[in-house]
C-alpha cells in the first residue's frame, strides 16, 4: 500500500513537472512568435507608409510638371509661334520660322592715355576714361527688310547718343538699299569697327581726311562675288559729327558717295579686322572711293562758303601671318574766293600676327596741307602691340605716337579722347601744339566685347 502510494506520487510529481515544462516551452514559443509578428507588422507598416509618400511625392512632381508645360503653353500662345533664344556668336532672339530676328552686342573700351604738348608750357594730359562703351542692336524683320542701332557714350563726357540708327531692303540677293545715319562709305579704316582697330585708336590722316557720319539713302551692291560696290546721296559731312543735322543749318545741296572694293583672294570676313589669323588663309582687297558735296551758299554755318571733293584709294594684304594696308588719300576744296586748298595724306601699317596671341605693329603717316601755294608737311609714327586673350573679345593694346616732323597734325588733338571721326575737313582739326621729334601720346587700353 505504501508503495503503492509512493508510487502514485513520484508519477504525479513526473506529471506536473512534464507538464509545467511544456507549459514554459509553449510560452517561449509563443512569445517569439509574438515578437516576430510584431516586427512583421512594423516592416509592413513601414513599407506602406514609405510607397504612400513615394504615391504622393510622384503625384506632387506630376502635378508640378502639369503646371510648367500648362504655363508654357500659355505663354507659347502668347508668342503665337514661339520664339528662340541663345547665342551663336550673339545674344539672339528670333522667332520659331526665323522670319524675325534681333541681335545684341556691344563692347567697352577702357583706356589710360598720356598726351604730351611741349610748347603748351610742357602741359601733360593723362588720365583714365572709357573711351567707349556700345551697344549694337541689329537683326531683321519678314526676311527682307534688316535694320541697326548702335548706341554709343561719349568717351569725353559720358554723354549717351545715338551713333547709328539705318533699315535696308533686300531688293534681290545682289541689290540692297538702305536709309539712315550711318558711316559714310569712304576711308577703309573709318568704316573698320573700333573693336578691330589695329591700334589704339585712329590714325591722325583718318581723321583728318573722313568724312564721319550722314543722313543718307544709299544702295549696297555686289557686283561679282569679287567686287562690291556702295554708293549714297547724303546731307553732307560739314555738320554734327554723330550725323544728324537741322535742314536749316544743313552745309550742304548735295553730297554724293561711292565706294568699290575688290577681292583678289580670300574671304569677304577677312577684309573687317588688321590680323592675319593662323587658320585663314591669304587674303588681297584692293579700294578706291571718292566724295563730292556742293555747299549750300545761302547757309550760315559755314566760315566761308565751299565745295570739294575727297578721294581715297587703298589695299589690305594678309600673307603669311603678316597684315599690311596702305591708303592715299587727297582733299580738294574751292572757294568762291579763289582760295583753293589741297590737302593730301598717305597712311601705311604693317602687323604681324605671332601666335594668335600677340601682335607687334607699326604705323607710318604723312600729311602735306597746302595752302596759297605753301606746303606744310606732317610726319608721325606709331608702334604697339595687341595681346589677344580671345582674339577681338578680349584684347589688350598699348601704343606709342610720336610725330619726328611737323606742328600741325591733322587730327592729333583727338589723340587722347579719340571718340570722334573727321568731318571731312583736314584744316578744321585743331592741331596739337607740338613740336618737331616729339612723342604726342602714350596709350594703353582693355577692350572686353559681348
Known amino acids: 500500500m505504501y508503495t503503492q502510494r509512493m508510487m502514485g506520487t513520484v508519477a504525479a510529481a513526473t506529471m506536473a513537472l512534464t507538464t509545467g515544462t511544456i507549459a514554459q516551452a509553449d510560452q517561449a514559443s509563443l512569445a517569439a512568435q509574438l515578437q516576430a509578428a510584431e516586427q512583421r507588422v512594423s516592416q509592413l507598416e513601414q513599407a506602406q507608409q514609405g510607397d504612400w509618400l513615394n504615391e504622393r511625392r510622384a503625384e506632387e512632381i506630376k502635378g508640378l510638371i502639369r503646371d510648367v508645360i500648362a504655363d508654357a503653353d500659355s505663354r507659347a500662345t502668347l508668342l503665337q509661334d514661339g520664339i528662340l533664344a541663345g547665342h551663336d556668336g550673339n545674344f539672339f532672339l528670333r522667332s520659331a520660322d526665323d522670319s524675325f530676328r534681333m541681335n545684341l552686342s556691344g563692347y567697352i573700351q577702357f583706356r589710360y592715355a598720356t598726351n604730351w604738348q611741349n610748347k603748351r608750357d610742357n602741359e601733360t594730359i593723362h588720365g583714365f576714361n572709357n573711351a567707349r562703351a556700345k551697344l549694337y542692336i541689329t537683326g531683321y524683320a519678314m526676311d527682307d527688310f534688316g535694320y541697326k542701332l548702335c548706341f554709343a557714350t561719349n568717351g569725353s563726357t559720358g554723354e549717351v547718343y545715338t551713333e547709328e540708327a539705318v533699315v535696308d531692303m533686300k531688293l534681290d540677293d545682289d541689290v540692297k538699299l538702305y536709309a539712315g545715319v550711318t558711316l559714310l562709305p569712304f576711308l577703309r579704316e573709318d568704316l573698320m569697327a573700333s573693336s578691330t582697330l589695329l591700334a589704339v585708336e585712329r590714325a591722325c590722316v583718318t581723321k583728318g581726311f573722313g568724312v564721319g557720319f550722314s543722313a543718307m539713302l544709299g544702295a549696297k551692291i555686289d557686283v561679282s562675288d569679287d567686287l562690291k560696290l556702295n554708293v549714297a546721296i547724303s546731307n553732307g559731312t560739314i555738320g554734327d559729327k554723330y550725323g544728324y543735322t537741322n535742314f536749316e543749318n544743313n552745309s550742304a545741296d548735295i553730297a554724293v558717295t561711292g565706294r568699290a572694293d575688290w577681292k583678289l583672294a580670300g574671304d569677304w570676313k577677312q577684309m573687317k579686322d588688321y590680323v592675319a589669323w593662323r587658320d585663314d588663309s591669304d587674303a588681297i582687297f584692293v579700294g578706291a572711293a571718292a566724295h563730292y558735296q556742293r555747299t549750300d551758299r545761302d547757309t550760315t554755318s559755314m566760315a566761308f562758303p565751299m565745295d570739294f571733293l575727297a578721294w581715297t584709294a587703298d589695299t589690305l594684304w594678309k600673307v603669311n601671318s603678316w597684315t599690311a594696308s596702305l ?124
Open 327 to 450: 591708303a592715299v588719300n587727297g582733299g580738294h576744296y574751292f572757294t568762291d574766293e579763289n582760295t583753293d586748298t589741297n590737302a593730301y595724306g598717305t597712311l601705311l601699317q604693317l602687323a604681324y600676327n605671332m601666335d594668335d596671341k600677340m601682335q607687334p605693329f607699326m604705323r607710318y603717316e604723312w600729311s602735306d596741307t597746302r595752302m596759297g601755294g605753301s606746303s606744310d608737311t606732317n610726319q608721325v609714327v606709331s608702334a604697339g602691340l595687341n595681346y589677344f586673350l580671345n582674339k577681338h573679345n578680349a584684347k589688350f593694346t598699348t601704343d606709342l605716337v610720336w610725330c619726328f616732323e611737323g606742328t600741325a597734325v591733322p587730327g592729333s588733338a583727338m589723340v587722347f579722347t579719340g571718340d570722334s571721326y573727321g568731318t571731312g575737313l583736314a584744316l578744321n582739326h585743331t592741331a596739337t601744339d607740338i613740336d618737331d621729334n616729339q612723342i604726342i601720346a602714350a596709350r594703353a587700353q582693355f577692350q572686353l566685347k559681348f
